[in-house]
C-alpha cells in the first residue's frame, strides 16, 4: 500500500495520469494529520512519501516568502523534522526493517550541476552502516531505485530502470526473495552456522498443499516477529551470541511446518 502524506496544500503527486486519474489511488493522498494515528497504532502504510509545507521545507521563510535567513530556514525544517518525523524512529515496525531517507529535491539557483545541484540526503535506519558517506554520485531516481528495491518492486519506471540502487550505504545487500522448494519452511537467509552482524536480516518461505495463513520467527523460543503470509523478508535487532532460530509456519487446515538453526550475532 502507498500512501502520501501532506502537511501542506502542494501535492505533487496528483500531477501523474495513474493518479489523477484513478478513484482508487487518489485515496492515497491523505493530510499528514492521519500520520501520528497511524504511527500510535502500528498501522504505517508500506510506502509513505511526505512532503512538508513551503513554509517547513527550508523552501520559505516560516511566516512567509521573504525577510529571513538560509539558517532561519533550515533551523524552521529541523523543527519541523524533531516533532513530526523523529517519533517515528522509535516505532517496532521501522525499527524491524524501515528505512527513512530526507532529502531536498534542488539546490540553491547558482547550483545547477546535473539537474539540480548539490543537496543534502540523509538516510537512515537498521540497515543503514552508522556514520557512511557515500562517494558515488546519487539522483533523485537513485533514491527512487532503492526504495522500489527494499519494496521488492521490480519494474522501475523511467530513470529508475537504469539507475544503481544505493546499496553501499547499507550494511548488507538485501538478499533476493525467497521461494519455498518443497513441503514446509525454507528459510534462505541467514545461513545455519553463520556468523553475523545485527540488525539480522531473515528471508525464508514455506508451502503446503494448503495455503499458508502465517509464519513466525522465534529467537531462543521467543515469537520474534510474525506474519500473515507464505514468506518473510525482515531484519530483527539482536543481541550478541549464539542464538537458537526457528522459523515456523501454519496452513489453513492447521498443519505446522518448522526449520531450526542455530546463529552466531557478533
Not at 33 to 46: G, T
Not at 109 to 138: C, E, N, Q, R, Y
Amino acid at each position: 500500500m502507498m500512501s502520501i502524506r501532506i502537511s501542506g496544500t502542494t501535492i505533487r503527486f496528483r500531477i501523474f495520469s495513474d493518479v489523477a486519474n484513478s478513484s482508487v489511488q487518489k485515496l492515497n493522498l491523505v493530510p499528514f494529520s492521519h500520520f501520528a494515528a497511524d504511527l500510535a497504532n502500528n498501522q504505517l502504510p508500506n510506502y509513505s512519501f511526505i512532503m512538508p509545507n513551503v513554509n517547513h521545507d527550508a523552501h520559505d521563510c516560516p511566516a512567509g516568502p521573504t525577510g529571513c535567513t538560509d539558517a532561519q530556514k533550515l533551523a524552521t525544517a529541523d523543527a519541523w523534522l524533531k516533532t513530526n518525523i523523529a517519533p517515528l524512529l522509535s516505532n517496532p515496525a521501522f525499527q524491524r526493517d524501515g528505512i527513512l531517507i530526507i532529502v531536498f529535491d534542488e539546490s540553491v539557483d547558482s547550483d545547477i550541476a546535473h539537474g539540480g545541484g548539490h543537496i543534502a540526503a540523509v538516510v537512515i535506519g537498521p540497515g543503514v552502516k552508522k556514520g557512511a558517506k557515500s562517494t558515488a554520485l546519487f539522483q533523485h531516481q537513485n533514491v527512487l531505485r532503492t526504495t522500489l528495491d527494499a519494496l521488492g518492486v521490480k519494474t522501475y519506471p523511467g530513470a529508475g530502470a537504469t539507475a544503481a540502487d544505493m546499496a553501499d550505504l547499507f550494511g548488507v545487500t538485501p538478499p533476493a526473495s525467497c521461494t519455498a522448494t518443497a513441503t514446509g519452511v525454507t528459510v534462505c537467509s541467514p545461513i545455519a552456522g553463520s556468523t553475523l552482524g545485527s540488525p539480522v536480516h531473515f528471508t525464508a518461505a514455506a508451502k503446503s498443499i494448503h495455503p499458508i495463513t502465517t509464519m513466525r520467527i522465534y529467537l531462543d523460543n521467543v515469537s520474534k516477529f510474525s506474519a500473515s503470509a507464505s514468506s518473510i523478508n525482515t531484519s530483527l535487532a539482536i543481541a550478541a551470541g549464539t542464538h537458537a532460530v526457528v522459523v515456523q509456519a501454519w496452513d489453513s487446515s492447521g498443519a505446522i511446518f518448522k526449520s531450526s538453526l542455530t546463529i552466531h550475532v557478533q
